[in-house]
């Protein structure tokens, strides 16, 4: 069994001194714990069922089970999915169900449960079901490819958002003024440092409060024991440029829309610098391949299919070796996209079929394409007068797809710019086949 939350008292790093004891102390996630939002009111009424926490490293998951574990009357249990095995598992289980049969709760919180394979998962199922335990789960990575469906299907999923950089100031700042951090000592250091250290984070409270730590600790110290922290020791401990970071903390997102809007202006060069000014800046480079994996469908689409497999490839390439040797397939991806043909009828596709599809969202599927797997629904006549294109020499029907009240609508509409071109004359003649086709 893994230690719990309050068996020892041995000198620890900032980040885990200053960890919020209750709900008030906590940063962030206003979406989930802002006055009368779900997962408060589940908190404050101790009405916790099994639950997991996906969000990015630093925003609070282990820190929620802390605070949870505090107001709970229920044993609570960490587990460590790097250590724990099987073995582990089932004692924790067993005693979970002695303690049950007493009338007493047990709470499991397993930090970075997409570590844990498909057996250690399964181990915890039957005892989820019938009540023994409830799960907290942590995870950094999408819990619907990371976590059993069946175990999934248990819990409810809570999406925390990364910290926004006024989130990271205010944590910085009562890490200077608290008594678990550094309130009883004097330190000079200039606000906007703060704002640096907290840019640098990227959303990160672990990594804010380690660099503060560190920059404190390698400060100057005076004669009255004052430590002063100098704009040198700080870049010195950040290994980074001040003039990178914007001091209102917009740089994040001014940076991004700068690379985006120079790839859709087709300016490699431009595109290019942003990259390497977000890099140099200490962006994640998973973020970079992420948005440009996105633009390669938004801003280009059909014009060139082949981006999204460079964007894609570029994020597998970063996953794979991280930084900085993956600067290079970034400046592929970026590159590319900048000079290819663009166009964003894909986008406004979706856009414009989202507005019907939500004013319509009770329209009816037409019969002909209902499946009819059962008895009952072919006596409905679903699936009556289905035309199987590929038993036509043409490869086409007339066979009418759209709503009744749909009818006639058009949402792609291609442009004329690279391959796109093609795929505009494929489809006029598509639509001429129809017509002529049609039922009158």
Sequence with gaps: MQSTFFENDVPQPLAARLRPRDLNEFVGQGHLLGPGKVLRRLIEN??????????????????????????????????????????????????????RRFGKKTIVFVDEIHRFNKAQQDAFLPFVEKGSIILIGATTENPSFEVNGAL???CKVFVLQALTTAD????????????????????????????????????????????LEMVILNGDVGPDGAVT???????????????????????????????????????????????????????????????????????????????????????????????????????????????????????????????DAVKQLAEPVPLVIRNAPTRLMQELEYGKGYQYAHDTAEKLTNMQCLPDSLLGREYYRPTDQGFEARYKERLEEIKRWKEAHREK
């Design 229 to 355: 922290v100098t704009p040198e020791t700080l870049e010195q401990c950040i290994s980074k440029k001040s003039l990178l970071y914007d001091k209102k903390g917009e740089e994040h997102y001014n940076l991004i829309s700068a690379l985006h809007k120079s790839m859709r202006n087709s300016d490699p060069d431009a595109a290019v610098y942003w990259l390497a000014r977000m890099l140099e800046a200490g962006e994640d480079p998973l973020y970079v391949a992420r948005r440009v994996i996105r633009f390669a469908s938004e801003d280009i689409g059909m014009a060139d299919s082949k981006a999204l497999e460079v964007a894609v490839a570029a994020y597998q390439a970063c996953h794979y070796i991280g930084m900085p040797e993956c600067s290079v397939h970034l400046t592929h991806a970026v590159v590319y996209m900048s000079l290819s043909p663009k166009s964003n009828a894909l986008y406004m596709a979706y856009e414009t079929a989202k507005q």
């Design 168 to 211: 990271l100031v205010t944590l910085l700042s009562r890490a200077l003024a608290d008594p678990r951090g550094f309130g009883g000592e004097t330190i000079h250091m200039a606000s906007d440092m703060l704002e640096l250290i907290a840019n640098f984070a990227n959303g990160d409270a672990r990594s804010a409060l380690s660099t």
């Design 152 to 154: 999934l299907s248990r």
């Design 46 to 99: 101790d009405s916790i069922s099994s639950m997991i926490f996906w969000g990015p490293p630093g925003v609070g998951k282990t820190t929620l089970a802390s605070i949870i574990a505090r107001r709970t009357q229920a044993e609570f249990v960490d587990f460590s999915a790097v250590t724990s095995g099987i073995k582990e598992i089932r004692m924790v289980m067993q005693q979970a169900d002695d303690n």
